[in-house]
């Protein structure tokens, strides 16, 4: 059955209108019950992709840093494996019996892990770019082209590691234990460790980010000089409203800064800077992006 649409419910086969997100979500879990895995397959997609859009919307700085160190960790412990794998092949005098099977599969392992390098450092460069964006908007753009890269191969990448964490333990098992068989179950060990420990790490990163670190949320200092204009006030005001600023409410004097925001409204810069830099690059009175990128269309991205 095709998954339902936004806004549209459907229960007993009977379809109807349903604004209320949460109650349209339980249906199509029972629905998902009701068909099975493959309905279940759909929910889980659909909740993973779901709470990526709220992480990339709620917090992009968060997710540009969390992917660039989980690449560097990441690639950090494959190296290392890949020295051991190396070490494992070059150090073993013979190989007998279930060994030639270990053997070749480590060698996959190791041809593999080149490309896997260049993709690592394609990802890098896509996030490390998406991280120096000047704006909010910016970033959020860039972080869905990295997150939308795949290399070429991906899927075939991950059937080849899987089917190998899955047959090194069952040769070691079955076949004649002998001291490369058990070397390689070590350097599985290590990879299966990583591959269980890395959303605990991701988790990690994420709480020392939110709790202990101040990001700039707002737009680059250069950004907001070339957005907007700064003038001193000279009695009488000609500008837009009242001759005061929206954050103090204190009336502006003769040679104060005054930073004048493309929608029209008007602030101290001491008082708007920090607020546009720090924080949100929208004025505090109207909500208008500051420096919205040129080629986004009119709708609001965030
Ligand atoms: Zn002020
Ligand atoms: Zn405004």
Redesign the pocket.
Known sequence: MQPLPDGIGREDGIVFFNNDAAELAEMRRAEAWREGWDGLADVWREMRDNAEQQMLELYPHEVAILHLRLLELGSAVGSMLFVHHTYLLCTTPEFAGVDWILCVLSCLRLVFFVPRLRAFFKYHALFREARNQPTPQLLRRKLRIAMAWKPLGHKFWCISYCSWLCLVPCLWYYGNRTGFSSRVLANWRLSLSWFILSPVVSLGILFCLRRWIKLDRGMTEARLKASTTVVKFKPPWTGFGSA???????EYEEGEAIRMLPCGHH??T???DVWLQKYLNRCPFCQAIIDQPSDTPTSKED
């Open positions: 005061e600023c929206g954050v103090c409410l204190a602030f101290h001491k008082c708007v």
